[in-house]
């Protein structure tokens, strides 16, 4: 099993909105009100609009959409990023998804753009 993570794109807007109302996914999140489509495109539009303030990261494992989450710049400065919004499809629950795409994203938080402190 291969976990990888990359920018979400429009191309994923329908896949993240719908995990986002998953009936088994939804009580575990902290998102507040309804995340639809076009909500998840206004967050796709922010964050490509300014790329080092954050992104929208989808979760694949083997090339397949598995879950997303999400990073946001608070402190720039200091380079502190904001973790959240980590949702997992239920159909690759169980398989340590969710912590190896933890651990890739903080890596590469902390590695690859250079923050100080994750939240």
């Known amino acids: 099993m291969s976990v ?3 920018r979400a794109t429009v191309a994923d807007a329908e896949f993240v909105a719908e995990l986002y109302a998953n ?7 902290a998102v507040a009100g309804p995340y639809d489509r076009e909500r ?7 964050f490509e609009a300014d790329p080092d303030a954050g992104a929208l990261v989808l979760i694949e494992v083997d ?3 598995a879950g ?5 710049r608070v402190n720039g400065r200091s380079r502190i990023a904001h973790l959240g919004g980590l ?14 795409a933890a651990r890739v994203l903080q ?9 100080h402190r994750l939240e």
């Open 68 to 72: 997303v989450s999400a990073w946001e």
């Open 23 to 29: 009936e088994d996914v939804r009580p575990w999140l």
């Open 87 to 100: 949702a997992i499809h239920p159909d690759f629950r169980g398989s340590r998804v969710a912590d190896e």
């Open 4 to 6: 990888t993570l990359r």
């Open 40 to 46: 998840v495109l206004a967050e796709l539009e922010r």
């Open 107 to 115: 890596r590469e938080l902390i590695r690859g753009l250079g923050f």
């Open 63 to 65: 090339g397949e959409p």
